[in-house]
């Protein structure tokens, strides 16, 4: 069966984990007794991981640029917790100049090197044409929160080379319809905006706050404080940047009860830099609510998980749903994979729903 052939944009942690990930399952043997651990899916319709191949990669970082993308996804100031120790084939796709617009926040100058972006002084690839020529099905957007310029202008290259695109960032193009649209002419999938990690803040948050509705509990206030030491957050200490992302966590808890909580009961965002927390990130949540009778009740939760490998547990599923998607010529936003995966898709569901629905996907029984 052909590779699933996928680009990215954006060799930082996440990507980094996505690559050692694939390379990891690869090497279990399918009966190993870990073949399957920390996967959603072994097998998504005909696809397994070891059919997706990462042909094409694009960063401006010049630690990254010019470098294979085995070597590039060790690269300072990439710091997640390794899941493998070296690649087998040490070859792969080089890492090719992006398009810098607004990717590299201007407060990161002030850290050193080794934790912040350092940009390339090279000229631009023809990004379009790399992925023509690289055969990639679909371009997979990782570049940082607020880079709403640079995410943009990779979706228009995914269109002109026509390619699907997985928008892992809350930059709103999945769940902006006149952007939908344009992919629905073009004849192109599109799964976003801001990947719901596999086991994250936001799953846990909106799981909790369903199962407080489902039980009559009534919630009136919560907050859920995040910290981290990734360049991730050592972006988002610029509040200029967050918009989106604070509206995208927030919406994501939001959407799970019948009458959201006023604005200022519900504080939720990426909360402070901590450079010895690396790649790890620690979250702090706290619902304060009302059960039978009028009694209140509080819950409070920390959660303390790898940021990377947490998300690329979901990007592995939705490149083999976009995969299905392409080969079954399916166009548009696509609605089961965007609110399955996604933060901010073009429609909330419940995620016991949306995970049905995924399902149906899968099996075909859906359209979108
Ligand atoms: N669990 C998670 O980690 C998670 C969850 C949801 C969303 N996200 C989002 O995914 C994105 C990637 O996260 P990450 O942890 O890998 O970030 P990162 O900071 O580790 O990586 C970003 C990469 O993009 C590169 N870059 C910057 N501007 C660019 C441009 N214009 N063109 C090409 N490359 C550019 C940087 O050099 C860097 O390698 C972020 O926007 C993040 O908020 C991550």
Redesign the pocket.
Known sequence: MAKIKVAV????????SLVQGIEYYNGLPAKHPEAGLGLMHTKIGPYGVDDIEVVAA????ER?VGKTLPEAVYAA??CTKPIIGSFTKKGGPRVEM???????APHMADYPEQRR?VAARKKPADVAKTLRKSGARMLIN????G?EQ?ARF?AEEALAAGAGFIN???VFIASDSAWAGRFRQKGLPIIGD????QM?ATIIHRTLTRLFEDRGVKLDRTYQLNVGG???FL??LNNARLKS?KISKTQSVQSQMKTPLEADNIHIGPSDYIPWLL?N?VCFMRMEARIFGNIPINLELRLSVE??P??AGVVIDAIRCMALALDRGQKGALQAPSAYFM?HPPEQFPDALARSMIEDFIKGKSTA
């Open positions: 944009v954006g060799v930082g942690n996440c990507a980094s694009f960063d401006i970082d990254k100031p990439n992006g398009h810098i617009l607004d990717g590299i972006f990782y570049v940082p929160v880079s640079a990779y892992c960032v809350p801001d990947v719901k990690s994250g990734n360049t991730d972006n988002m992302k790649d990130k940021d990377s947490n998300s933060k």
